[in-house]
C-alpha cells in the first residue's frame, strides 16, 4: 500500500528524532585552548603589529578558538609533546571570515591566504598556525618566521640548518600521530582531518556568542559566589596571599577584606586533582612531596579542638579528640578519609595524621577537597589551618593567623558554595580570563 505524502513526511520526522537520540551532535562550539592545554604558549600575531599586514587585526592578544574537538585533538599533542621536553606556541587559531576578508584585500594569492568566498579552515576554527618550543616555552629553530611567503617555508624544502630541519620533524611527527593534515606550503599550518564538515563562522572575536562558548568550560560554576585566591610568587614558594571575594547576581567579584599573608608547602606547590582539567604531568602533585595543591578546590567542612562551633559560624563543624585520624597511607582502604578510631575500627594504614595535635596547628582546621574521589598516592589530608609562625612552610597545607582562620569561619557561608583557588601568580594571570576568575 502506498503511504499519503503526510505519513512520508511523519516517517522522515520519527527518523530524525530517532537519529537525534542515537546519534547526538558533536559539541563544536568554540573554546579557549587555555581551557584543555594551559601549557600551551598563546601569542596570537594578528592581535598585534607583528605580521605581514602590519596590522592589528584581533581584539585579543591571547585568545587562541577552536571548535572542541580540534581543541581537544591539539590537547593531545601538548599533552604527548611535554613528556619529551617540548611544548607549543599558537600563533592564530579561529579567524572569523570578515578579518579573512582583509588579509585577502592586502595579499589575494590562494597559495597563502585563502578566498574569503570559499573561507578559509581558520573561519571553520579547524586549523591552527604553531610552531615548537622548550619546556621553558622559548621557540626552537625552524626554518622560517611566522607567516614568511618563501620557498623556505614550504615543507619538503630541505637546504636548512639541521637543527632546524629536525624541530619541523619533530613538530610534524607529534601533529600528524594526532590526526592532523600538514599544509605543503607553510610548515606552521595544520588543518583538523574533518575540517570540511565544519561550517564557516564569522562571529567577532569578544562577541556574545564567543562568550556563551566560552562559559560553557569556564571552571568557576555561576552558583559559586565566594572564593578563596591564593597566589604565590613562582611554584617553588613556601608562601603566598590569601584575598577573599564575593559575587552576586547582579555584581561581578567584589574583594572582601584585605589580603592576608600564608604558608604553603615546604617545596612549593603542584597541580592537584581538583575541579580543573588534568594538567601538566611532570608537575602533578603527590603522596609525601611536601607540595600545595594548585587548581580550584571545594572546600570541605571544619574540625577543630573546641567542642563548639564558633559563635556566628555557619560552616558545617566536627569537634575532634585523640581518636580522629587523617589516614595517609596510600595503600590505606581508609587513605585521604577523616574519621574516628574506634575499638571496631579495623586498622589498615602504616601512617596517619593526628586531627587533636599536642601544639595548636589544627585548633582549626577547615578539609580542603582536593584528590576526591581518591586515587591512591596523589595527595592526602590537605587542610587550610593554623600557622606554626610566619612563613614557616608545610607538608602540603595552606596555613595562616589563628584570627584569619577564625574570620574564615565566620565568614564561609554554605549557600554560597565558597571554592579556594590556589596558583602561582604567574599561572593565574595565564589563566585568569578563560578560567573566569577575579
Avoid at 559563635?311 to 590505606?332: H, I, K, M
Wanted: include cysteine; charged fraction near 25%; glycine fraction near 6%.
Amino acid at each position: 500500500m502506498f503511504k499519503s505524502s503526510q505519513e512520508i513526511v511523519r516517517s522522515f520526522l520519527v527518523l530524525l528524532s530517532f537519529n537525534s537520540l542515537v546519534f547526538p551532535q558533536e559539541d563544536r562550539s568554540l573554546v579557549s585552548i587555555r581551557n584543555l592545554a594551559p601549557g600551551i604558549v598563546v601569542e596570537m600575531r594578528y592581535a598585534t603589529e607583528n605580521n605581514f599586514t602590519k596590522t592589528r587585526l584581533y581584539p585579543l592578544q591571547d585568545e587562541c578558538l577552536l571548535c572542541r574537538p580540534v581543541a581537544e585533538r591539539l590537547a593531545r599533542v601538548q599533552k604527548n609533546l611535554e613528556k619529551r621536553g617540548f611544548g607549543l606556541k599558537v600563533w592564530d587559531c579561529y579567524r572569523p571570515l570578515h578579518v579573512q576578508k582583509k588579509l585577502w584585500e592586502i595579499l589575494p594569492d590562494p597559495r597563502f591566504v585563502a578566498d574569503p568566498k570559499t573561507g578559509s579552515r581558520h573561519n571553520r576554527g579547524a586549523s591552527i598556525d604553531l610552531t615548537l618550543v622548550d619546556s621553558n616555552g622559548n621557540e626552537l629553530l625552524m626554518p622560517t618566521g611566522f607567516d614568511e611567503f618563501s620557498e623556505k617555508a614550504r615543507r619538503n624544502y630541505r637546504h636548512l640548518p639541521a637543527e632546524a630541519l629536525k624541530n619541523r620533524s619533530i613538530l610534524e611527527e607529534a601533529m600528524t600521530f594526532e590526526g592532523f593534515l600538514p599544509l605543503s606550503t607553510e610548515w606552521w599550518h595544520f588543518d583538523a582531518p574533518d575540517w570540511a564538515s565544519y561550517e564557516l563562522r564569522d562571529e567577532p572575536l569578544g562577541s556574545a556568542s564567543f562568550k556563551e562558548d566560552v562559559m560553557v568550560v569556564g571552571m568557576i560554576p555561576k552558583n559559586a559566589h565566594q572564593l578563596m585566591v591564593v597566589t604565590a610568587p613562582d611554584w617553588s614558594s613556601q608562601t603566598g596571599l590569601l584575598q577573599r571575594y564575593e559575587r552576586t547576581e547582579a555584581f561581578p567579584w567584589q574583594k572582601v577584606g584585605n589580603a592576608w599573608s600564608v604558608s604553603l608547602g615546604l617545596k612549593g606547590l603542584a597541580w592537584g586533582r581538583g575541579q580543573q582539567e588534568p594538567m601538566r604531568e611532570e608537575l602533578q602533585k603527590r603522596e609525601g612531596d611536601n607540595k600545595a595543591p594548585a587548581g580550584i578546590f571545594k572546600v570541605g567542612q571544619a574540625y577543630g579542638y573546641s567542642l563548639k562551633a564558633l559563635s556566628g559560624s555557619r560552616w558545617p563543624y566536627t569537634p575532634v579528640d585523640e581518636t580522629w585520624r587523617c589516614v595517609d597511607d596510600p595503600a590505606s582502604p581508609h587513605y585521604n578519609q577523616i574519621f574516628p578510631v574506634t575499638p571496631a575500627t579495623q586498622k589498615d594504614w602504616k601512617s596517619a595524621e593526628l586531627m587533636k595535635r599536642s601544639d595548636h596547628l589544627y585548633k582549626w582546621v577547615i578539609n580542603v577537597e582536593q584528590n576526591t574521589p581518591n586515587i591512591s598516592g596523589c595527595g592526602s589530608c590537605i587542610f587550610l589551618h593554623v600557622w606554626r609562625k610566619p612563613g614557616s612552610g608545610t607538608e602540603g597545607c595552606t596555613a595562616m593567623e589563628e584570627d584569619h582562620m577564625v574570620e574564615l569561619l565566620g565568614w564561609l557561608d554554605p549557600a554560597l558554595n565558597p571554592l579556594l583557588v590556589q596558583l602561582p601568580e604567574k599561572e593565574y594571570q595565564h589563566l585568569k580570563s578563560t578560567w573566569q576568575l577575579p
